[in-house]
């Protein structure tokens, strides 16, 4: 039984992890699942409490990489740090982190394609010479005044 997409370029597993199409398979320790250590593992309400405390620090650090989006700083950087934590303990988490490394890896081999690049270049050279025709037609048609020489009026 194969779990996955039938996508191109997408792996697809087995029913036990491994790659169907006989690629190297990840460390035993890379799996999906907890990272939790042992001991943490071995007690089930202490290991409910570890997810319970992670889950409420990925959340804070998920929470503040939100508030960063229209305010100064890193925002999507500190959401994804957020993912990170979640990752550590809930298989969703770490499944959402796969696929966002996949995508992410596609759309840098996508960007490197020459192609891309020389439309992406022009693209640029063009918006650039249209903003700069607008800027002289403004100043054509106001003129520039520094600040702090603006008449009263």
């Known amino acids: 039984m194969n779990t996955g997409s039938d996508e191109p370029g997408e792996v697809t597993m087995t029913a ?66 957020g993912m990170a934590i979640w990752a550590t303990e809930f298989v969703w988490a770490q499944l959402v982190l796969r696929w966002t490394k996949r995508k992410v890896t596609e759309a ?12 992406n270049i022009t693209l640029t050279a063009i918006g650039l010479v249209i903003i700069a025709a607008l800027v002289g037609v403004y100043l054509w048609k106001f003129g520039f005044e520094m600040p702090w020489k603006i008449k009263d009026q």
């Open 16 to 81: 036990d992890g491994a790659k169907a199409d006989g690629a190297a398979q990840e460390p035993p320790g890379q799996g999906l699942g907890s990272k939790a250590p042992e001991f943490v593992k071995a007690r089930r309400m202490l290991h409910l409490s570890w997810q319970v405390g992670v889950f409420v620090l990925g959340l804070a650090v998920v929470v503040a990489g939100v508030i960063m989006l229209p305010l100064p700083g890193p925002g999507w950087v500190v959401i994804f740090g």
């Open 108 to 119: 840098a081999q996508r960007a490197l394609d020459p192609r891309v690049r020389r439309r």
